[in-house]
């Protein structure tokens, strides 16, 4: 289990790197909220992997998993929505204003 | 009663709000505004009077940054006395005169604004005990005044003069700023009393030169000391109310001001000596040589403004008790008759078109009564006798006689200050004998006249105070020089008489001969003139300033070029390699010495039974199909965004395999308005990128991006299966207790960490509001499909099955927002199931639609949230608990149960608003966008109201 999250983390990470480092503004979008995946995986997984304990103080729920990470990687969530917005909107007016939807960049290395 | 003294500053800051809205209903009504104000702060510094006038010192203090030594402490003394008359009594002449000068067009809302801002600036630094409160002040008359000087900001040479007066003496604050904090270290307070009483200690410090050098650069920059005076001759570019108050009795005296605060503290050495009187000697001759030479009579005017700073430094620099008397006196006239100068001089500009003493002559003969008024004033400018000016000469020559500092050459300063008053008696008679006499106007705008009634008023006080000073200057002044000479001495006030008639003695005769002198000089001037143009045409041209301003956004331009290269990847791509460098380096380091480079560590992992195994494998196949189908296809961008609305289900799918149902739920709605963003966005990018980058830079990226992957990857591991410790038990076991709530989640959202919370959602808001400021009044034309094209865009199915959704979802959201406390759910989860619920319906049935029946104004909705959210927080200080402290108990509601009814609750429903409002606010934005974009090509639209119940063609898409 560890082993597959794990994985997944790298994946997301691995991709979302590899997307932020293009030259169109929209590929960095995809990449970022990518990397806001692994980010808030990452966060999440401290709390280790539990299942069937969720933080609920309800009968019924023996166990319970870590709400304090689960707390941090909500607000995480909505935030990354705030700066995928903010990005998008941002690569929108780069682009009313110069025309174009890459990062001005005249030195192809 | 020392409150008073804060009162006071209040009451102007208050004006400066309320001058603008009483703009609105009239000029009269904002001028009135502006006045009340300023006589408001003269009445409550009133009760304080008597007490100043006996010499005590009221101070009043309240802590504000103890830790740094910065308080709000006030005083009130002679000094402050003094400079709070005139800046509050020219103040109040100014307000009447410019409600005369400026255009009727000009509705004069920001001229008494920001004039009542820089007054309280300015009283703020008469008044401040503690010396960082008196750089604060003096930081917001160098703000006030740039922006009083750029006051006809679409004239080119008012915004360089503006931004030179800025760049000089705010560069002068920050040299004071230095000063300041090594005078509070030497002194070991940052208090006036204390530091004024530390004179000794002070000038025995080694640190004492700096210091001074300091601090005086900021005095000097300030009041225009040569050679940092330019600014100030360009700052006439400002109307000229602004140049009579800036200029007279305010912004270039409070370096002045600070020199004879000081005074106590500071002088006494050689170093203040020779700094400060050979500054204001240089500075008294030098304005006084070039005000002669110019054309324009506010030009000559700014220069004898200069020479008479320089004047009064040179009295604080000479450094006799005597001479502080005369320098404090000097301010006091100065302030009179050049703020009627000036004003006078705006009346001849404002009556004649122009300020070109080559064209205005003769005015005598048109407006004899202003004349009258101006040629009192240039005289007591040039120190004739009867008039307030000659006093303080008079009292300057006394002084240079026989000064203790220069021994056997006693002859040396009695010269100096004879040619400097000849020098000053020249530009005054060319300032008189130009404008007033001298032969008819040439070609002027207009025909001179008389000005109104009341625009003269301000000038004739003036005058009158000049005369009133001059022949009776015991019975005038007297008492206030006393009280403001010796705050400025500590009490040690020297013996002295104020009169007129002194007998015939050596300053009589020194002040005879400069006048004569001065007559012939200005005579002779055309040789003068010749022999300036000849030698030194370029003096008085502020090019060096400009030439190093223009070097210095140069060279910054260079550095920002160098270090912000525009292309993200540019600087990811070092930052990248350095990190996995780091990163590997760690690694085999401690592998030398000795520490097991085993991955996994000894930790059981958690149990789990084959189907959840089953379930994870087949969600890391779906994620890694999603996430290399958006690499893949990242080029085609409807792919890629399908493929990354897979990546964004595995992960709410994790979620929820790993007990976590907030978290799902957030992530899942999340993701709907996520995509739907990008979908919006998508109409306006190629939906293919053009070219493909090179090979070889995707292969390197593609090693950079997989070595990163590994190492987060290997490092999630290793943390995963190390032994765990939290200090989450605390919030387990509390969350009933002490937040009233069984979602450990949300309580610790809305209470054990409602701070962070606050925080959060008001992060959300500016970046909603960012967007929404990017993105608002953008026209852009649509890549994919157009509009026109688009025959269907508001399938009649997808809306009759959406409408009835509607109150479905909205009693959904309303009731995962009530059970949030208990069970999954709470304010950002219900929010974004509302904003779901909304946007499904501006896109089945078209944003006009939805506007006209549920007209939502987001940014209010955003800072209704905000607003109730801080409030929550803010209700618990009622109850003497610390901020966000939560209260609560259970109600039992019908149908839906069990509600915690919490102020956690409120705040909950705080989040909401704001979650609302962004993701709406973003939203409806880019959808605008596309109708906009509509709008211009012009299909036909119909208005909304006229079929409410069948599909609309305008749209959304």
């Known amino acids: 289990m560890e082993l597959i999250v794990a994985a997944g983390i790298g994946l997301l990470t691995a991709c979302g790197l590899y997307l932020v480092l293009r030259a169109e503004t929209f590929s960095v979008v995809f990449g970022l909220t990518l990397l806001s995946y692994a980010v808030n995986l990452v966060l999440f997984a401290s709390g280790r992997l539990v299942a069937n304990a969720p933080p609920l103080l309800i009968e019924g729920v023996a166990r319970h998993t870590d709400p304090l990470p689960q707390a941090l990687v909500l607000t995480a969530i909505v935030i990354s929505f705030g700066m995928t917005a903010y990005l998008v909107a941002l690569a929108l007016r780069a682009k009313g204003e110069s025309g174009r939807d890459g990062f001005d960049d005249g030195d192809p290395t | 009663m020392s409150v008073l003294i804060v009162l006071a500053l209040m009451a102007l800051l208050a004006g400066a709000g309320f001058a603008p809205i009483a703009a609105r209903f009239g000029r009269v009504q904002a001028s009135q505004t502006a006045a009340a104000a300023l006589v408001a702060a003269l009445a409550l510094l009133a009760p304080l009077v008597p007490e100043a006038m006996s010499g005590q010192v009221v101070v009043a203090s309240w802590s504000w940054l103890p830790e740094w030594g910065l308080d709000l402490a006030f005083r009130f003394d002679g000094l402050s006395l003094l400079f709070a008359l005139l800046i509050l009594g020219i103040g109040l ?36 005990e503690n010396i960082l409160l008196l750089l604060v002040f003096w930081e917001i008359t160098s703000v006030t005044s740039f922006l009083l000087i750029a006051y006809k900001y679409e004239a080119h040479d008012a915004r360089i003069a503006a931004r030179m007066a800025l760049a000089v003496t705010g560069g002068g604050g920050l040299a004071m700023l230095a000063g300041f904090l090594l005078l509070g270290h030497i002194a070991g307070s940052f208090e006036l009393s204390d530091i004024l009483a530390r004179g000794a200690q002070i000038r025995a410090h080694p640190l004492y030169a700096p210091t001074l050098l300091l601090i005086l650069l900021g005095a000097f920059t300030k009041s225009a000391q040569f050679p940092l005076h330019f600014w100030l001759p360009n700052a006439m570019a400002a109307p000229t109310p602004v140049s009579a108050y800036l200029h007279s009795a305010t912004m270039v005296k409070a370096g002045v001001f600070l020199i004879a605060r000081l005074h106590p503290a500071l002088a006494g050495t050689e170093l203040w000596f020779g700094l400060v009187s050979s500054v204001g000697a240089a500075t008294f001759v030098y304005g006084a040589y070039v005000a002669l030479l110019k054309h324009d009579f506010k030009g000559l005017l700014a220069y004898s403004t200069i020479s008479h700073l320089g004047l009064i430094t040179l009295l604080f620099g000479l450094d006799t008790p005597l001479s502080v008397v005369a320098g404090v006196f000097h301010i006091i006239n100065h302030a009179i008759f050049k703020a009627s100068l000036f004003m006078a001089a705006g009346i001849i500009d404002h009556e004649c078109g122009t300020r070109d003493m080559r064209r205005i002559n003769g005015l005598f003969k048109y407006m004899p009564y202003t004349a009258t008024l101006g040629i009192v004033a240039a005289g007591a400018m040039a120190g004739v006798p009867l008039l307030n000016g000659f006093l303080s000469k008079e009292m300057f020559f006394a002084e240079t006689i026989e000064h203790p500092h220069f021994g056997i050459h006693t002859w040396v300063l009695p010269v100096f200050a004879t040619i400097a008053g000849m020098l000053s008696v020249a530009y005054s008679t060319r300032f008189i004998h130009d404008v007033f006499f001298n032969g008819e106007p040439i070609n002027l705008p207009r025909s001179p006249h008389e000005p109104p009634r009341w625009m003269r008023f301000p000038v004739e006080i003036l005058v009158l105070l000049c005369v009133a000073v001059g022949i009776a200057p015991q019975l005038s002044v007297g008492p206030l020089l006393d009280a403001a000479a010796g705050a400025a001495l ?59 301003y223009q070097a210095m956004t140069a060279v910054a331009g260079k550095v920002m070029a160098l270090v912000d290269s525009g292309a993200p990847r540019r600087y990811l791509a070092p930052l990248l390699v350095f990190a996995i460098a780091l990163g590997l380096w760690a690694y085999w380091s401690a592998h030398l010495t000795g520490v097991s480079l085993a991955l996994a560590g000894t930790a059981a992992g958690a149990p789990a039974g084959p189907v959840v195994q089953a379930l994870a494998l087949a969600g890391l196949a779906a994620l890694a199909a999603g996430c290399l189908g958006v690499v893949a296809c990242h080029r085609q961008r409807l792919l890629a965004i399908i493929f990354m609305s897979v990546v964004g289900l595995v992960v709410s799918m994790t979620f929820v395999l790993l007990s976590a149902p907030d978290l799902a739920l957030t992530q899942i709605s999340v993701e709907v308005v996520t995509i739907v963003v990008m979908l919006l966005a998508l109409r306006f990018l190629p939906a293919r990128a053009e070219a493909a980058e090179p090979r070889g830079r995707r292969l390197r990226d593609m090693a950079l991006a997989g070595l990163a992957g590994g190492g987060v990857a290997a490092l999630s591991y290793a943390m995963l299966t190390r032994p765990f410790e939290t200090i989450s038990n605390f919030y387990l076991a509390n969350a009933v207790p002490g937040g009233g709530g069984a979602n450990a989640v949300n309580v610790i959202l809305v209470d054990f960490r409602g701070f962070d919370t606050l925080g959060e959602i008001t992060v959300l808001a500016m970046a909603a509001l960012g967007a929404h400021a990017l993105v608002s009044g953008l026209r852009l034309s649509p890549y994919a499909g157009s509009a026109s094209r688009e025959a269907d865009r508001h399938p009649i199915m997808l809306a009759m099955l959406v409408r009835p959704l509607l109150p479905l979802a909205l009693a959904v959201s309303l009731y995962i927002l009530l059970r949030g406390h208990n069970l999954p759910g709470g304010g950002f989860i219900a929010g974004l199931v509302t904003s779901v619920a909304l946007i499904l319906q501006y896109i089945a049935c078209g944003i006009d639609f939805g506007r006209a029946r549920l007209p939502l104004d987001q940014p209010r909705l955003i800072a209704a949230g905000l607003a109730i959210a801080g409030a929550t927080g803010a209700a618990s200080w009622l109850f003497g608990a610390p901020f966000l402290t939560s209260a609560h108990g259970h109600v039992h509601l019908p149908l839906i149960g069990d509600v915690e009814l919490a102020s956690a609750m409120l705040f909950d429903l705080g989040v909401y608003l704001v979650v609302v409002g962004g993701t709406l606010l973003v939203l409806t934005e880019l959808g605008a966008l596309s109708r906009r974009e509509l709008g211009a090509e012009g299909p036909t639209q119909e208005p909304v109201s006229q079929k409410p119940a069948t599909r609309e063609p305008a749209s959304w898409s």
């Open chain 2, 93 to 128: 002449l100014i307000v009447l005169y410019a409600s005369y000068y400026l255009p009727v067009s000009d509705r004069m809302g920001r001229f008494l604004g920001l004039l009542l801002v820089f007054a309280a600036g300015m009283l703020g630094i008469v008044l401040s």
């Open chain 2, 490 to 548: 500590l009490g040690k006030l020297p013996h002295f008489e104020l009169a007129v008639w002194h007998g015939f003695s050596l300053p009589l005769v020194m002040s005879f001969v400069a006048l004569a002198a001065g007559i012939v000089y200005y005579v002779n001037r055309r040789f003068l003139f010749e022999l300036h143009e000849r030698y030194l045409p370029d003096l008085q041209s502020p090019v060096a300033f400009e030439r190093v």
